[in-house]
């Protein structure tokens, strides 16, 4: 992108730094929000390798292609690398190029944190890949590291893995802190709270919810380390400690994480919606109150992860009604776009068919969560490759989709370019294939009683495990393409104008595109 | 940088350094919430608000359990396994254990009731689970246990289990073992 910025270095006073310094440097929040970007998607497309390697081992049953140590340390990574290195990273990407130019701000409130905490990750992300080569390999617990597997059973490599973690959720909390002091301190005259965008409102509550649960994620593996190397037993019952208090603790933070990762989809997706439906959004304060309540509600539900470890039943009861209680905002947003879309005069442009199939699958995402959360439901499900297809259904095409629709919304902002509509198109039904025939199999699979996190099967779940391993490598070959679609419009395209999309309204569409290296150093005038 | 803008990351500051201590204070309130509704084995140990109506008791069918921790070489199983006890009144049960190697050992046995709701019913006067247990190599012994159910159990309960899970923790405190020989 750097070519299409620097031919603009001239609009104001100065323009980025040449060379690799700029990029060490600065502290330009579109700077960052590219690095962050870019970051996530090769954390995703390294994520992707992995699962590749997992569904490669699955194609058929019994054991082809690695070793079972070798499966768990790919399982593990691939559920840390996919959470905390490309979705989260990819949002506050987001947030970063789109925060202060829809609320009309110059830059992020606090620019040095800014670069702080992106040129944390390599870091954070460094070390825990380097674990691959250690002496007992990476780590193997999974993504959720329950002790006493992630501590009395860890491989060595453990202690690298707190240390990772310890460093991303610092960078989390700085990226949070940044952009709550954004808005709440730098909106442009006249944009009240009620007035934002409704992806700003949606970073807002998403970058509190990360403030709140971040330092227990770092609480949770301070007291593994603890345990490890210092003698405690937070979670070791000889010294009268209690594994099952880490689960409580994690899933305390597990569960706000969740809605992390799908808040600011919320945000993105209504806007793209709004604008090929060429109609304002249909309940724009009932979003807000929707995806205030939802968080709210994230607080109050994480034992539903654990339904069979054994609570009192008044326990199983309210963590599940409560968890069901989060139906109603959900569905309140569904109704909403689906009204937004009611009569509109729609365009089926890339951004709008991803948005659309976010709509749709998320929600079936959602709905194999209702059926999670009843308690006598999951005794059966718990644990089974239905459990799989379900958090992949919302994170798949319910987080990546929306963030690959953002990526087409509004590259010609950052870009100046138009992607290649007839290839984004393309990109999109194969993800869209992909997705599904990977996913929707693990439905059936799991119901029928497939235990997930093992590297192999019986014989019976051998058919929809070809099918699904076929689906996945459509889905990751297709992102190659979108690493290639990606790069042409950087390097030129038909150029776009300011307003890009006929029917986008906001204030990032009123500079020019691309978007000046500085914009809004006057606050812009809202009415 | 503006005051406000200041004063917004002050607050922000504070919620994440009080945030990391609540997840530290997630500890001691999980030990209270566990001793309250009687989970994991947590029961209280007083007798108070206990009911010994003996001559109104009913007979209760009791299992005793024994686990060894993986890697916990030493002979642990309940002298009897079932055992017919009556509500509302004190019962006295033993578990043989016998350290089998040639070293030193400390051990503790921790304890779970199932059902669980059982467990608020439940006092413990006595139990070898309160203490860590020395043997030298070679010793053997007999581990009492004194408890009483409370007569108001609710009738539904008629069969309670009471299992033990006994630990090696000779070299808890010894750095070495927590890192790999406990393993």
Known sequence: MSSVIESHHDDHHHGPAKGLMRWLLTTNHKDIGTLYLWFSFAMFLIGGAMAMVIRAELFQPGMQIVEPEFYNQMLTLHGLIMVFGAVMPAFVGLANWLVPMMVGAPDMALPRLNNLSFWLLPFAFGILLSSLFMEGGAPNFGWTFYAPLSTTYAPPSVTFFIFSVHIMGASSIMGSINVIVTIMNMRAPGMDLMKMPLFVWSWLITAYLLIAVMPVLAGAVTMMLMDIHFGTSFFNAAGGGDPVLFQHIFWFFGHPEVYIMILPAFGIVSHIIETFSRKQLFGYSSMVWAMLSIAILSFVVWAHHMFTVGMPLAAELFFMWATMLIAVPTGVKVFNWVATMFKGSITYETPMLFAISFVVLFTIGGFSGLMLSIVPADFQYHDTYFVVAHFHYVLVPGSIFSIMAAVYYWIPKWTGNMYDERMGRLHFWLSFVGVNVTFFPQHWIGLAGMPRRYPDYALQFADWNMVSTAGAFLFGASQILFLFIVLKTVMGGKKATPQVWEGARGLEWSVESPAPYHTFSTPPKVN | ?183
């Open chain 2, 1 to 183: 940088m503006n005051n406000s803008a200041k004063r917004t990351l002050k607050y922000l500051s504070f919620a994440v350094f009080g945030m990391f201590f609540f997840s530290f204070a997630l500890v001691p309130l999980y030990d209270v919430f566990c001793e309250v509704t009687g989970l994991n084995g947590k029961i209280s140990q007083s007798e108070e608000g206990i009911s010994y109506e003996s001559n109104t008791g009913r007979d209760l069918t009791i299992q005793f359990v024994s686990h060894n921790a993986e890697q916990m070489p030493w002979v642990f199983k309940p002298s009897e396994k079932i055992m017919k006890v009556k509500t509302g009144k004190y019962s006295n049960a033993t578990f043989f254990v016998k350290n089998n190697t040639d070293k030193p050992m400390t051990a503790r046995a921790v304890p779970s009731v199932a059902p669980s709701n059982a467990n608020e019913y439940l006092k413990k006067l006595e139990c070898f689970c309160f203490e860590e247990q020395f043997l030298a190599p070679g010793e053997e012994a007999l581990l009492p246990v004194r408890f009483i159910f409370d007569s108001n159990m609710p009738e539904s309960i008629n069969n309670v289990a009471l299992s033990y899970t006994i630990f090696d923790i000779t070299n808890y405190n010894d750095m070495e073992m927590a890192h790999h020989d406990g393993r």
